[in-house]
């Protein structure tokens, strides 16, 4: 049996004794009840996210996503995934030591003190499937020997990266500079390799390489990459020898962690010297 009043509820039960509630009790009462319904929906609704978050992960590890090869020749591209412009600009002291420079026909093996100043900027762009970046470094070096002279060191680098499919990619890197007494401070492109070959007898190196690089993701893990690159080196004293050729290669990365990934690659290469002096060909493993 119920009985209602408007000011008050009564609640007849199984006990002999007849419950009594207010306006301000039923009012607490609904609010508790309310509350109850409140935390049973918050504890479905976690439910269903984390289910649906493990039959993601599941289907992620049957199914991993390709890892691109996004290397952007600056540490900026390391910190920000997006478009960005990076200028810097630094100065070094420099004690070169028995460098065997050809003056008059003597080779000079006198040491000297200089100094480096120079800069550079690196661009960056994010492409809807891929990467575009362009670098140019340069810089001016003097020595205070008069035997050592001056000059500078010279690198202008881009690299072009596109997602073919889920599992391949092509890169196109292209670097091109001038090396002062054939050393200095240059970067190539990320997968281009190093084909340069630097001439210490030689005031300036200059040199240009560009190539074609495939990678194919078999696995998170697991990749290949086979690449083909043209290279030429120059030199501007009396009777140097350049050379030009061309470079195959193969190799096999299996990423360990984040940070670590071993590889094995095989690579020939061809190179035609000037003026006549031959050609040569190399084959290395590493």
Not at 75 to 98: I, S
Request: glycine fraction near 10%; hydrophobic fraction near 35%.
């Amino acid at each position: 049996m119920k009985a209602f009043r408007w000011s008050n509820l009564k609640v007849w039960t199984s006990s002999p004794h007849m419950v009594n509630f207010s306006n301000v009790e039923l009012r607490r009462f609904n609010r508790v009840v309310g509350r109850a319904r409140v935390t049973r929906r918050a504890i479905s609704y976690c439910a269903v996210s984390l289910l649906a978050a493990v039959t993601l992960a599941a289907q992620d590890s049957q199914n991993p996503s390709p890892i691109t090869n996004r290397s952007i020749p600056s540490m900026v591209g390391q910190l920000f995934d997006q478009d960005f412009v990076n200028f810097y600009v630094f100065g070094n002291a420099n004690y070169d030591n028995r460098i065997p420079l050809q003056s008059s026909s003597i080779t000079n093996q006198f040491g000297a003190w200089g100094y480096t100043v120079g800069g550079g900027v690196t661009l960056a762009r994010r492409l809807h499937d891929g990467d575009l970046s362009l670098s140019y470094r340069g810089d001016y070096r003097d020595y205070f020997n008069s035997s050592y002279g001056s000059g500078t060191d010279q690198n202008l680098s881009l690299l072009y990266d596109k997602r073919l499919s889920r599992r391949w990619t092509v890169s196109i890197p292209v670097s091109a500079g001038i090396l002062l007494y054939g050393s200095g401070g240059y970067s190539f492109a990320t997968g281009a390799g190093s084909l340069v070959s630097p001439n210490s007898l030689s005031p300036e190196t200059r040199f240009v390489q560009t190539g074609v690089n495939l990678t194919y993701q078999q696995t998170k893990r697991l990749s290949y990459v086979f690449g083909g690159t043209y290279f030429l080196n120059n030199y501007n004293y009396s009777a140097a020898i350049g050379s030009t050729g061309v470079s195959g290669s193969g190799s096999v990365m299996y990423r360990l962690t984040g940070r670590t990934t071993l590889g094995a690659t095989y690579s020939h290469s061809y190179y035609h010297y000037t003026q006549n002096a031959g050609q040569t060909s190399i084959d290395s493993e590493s």
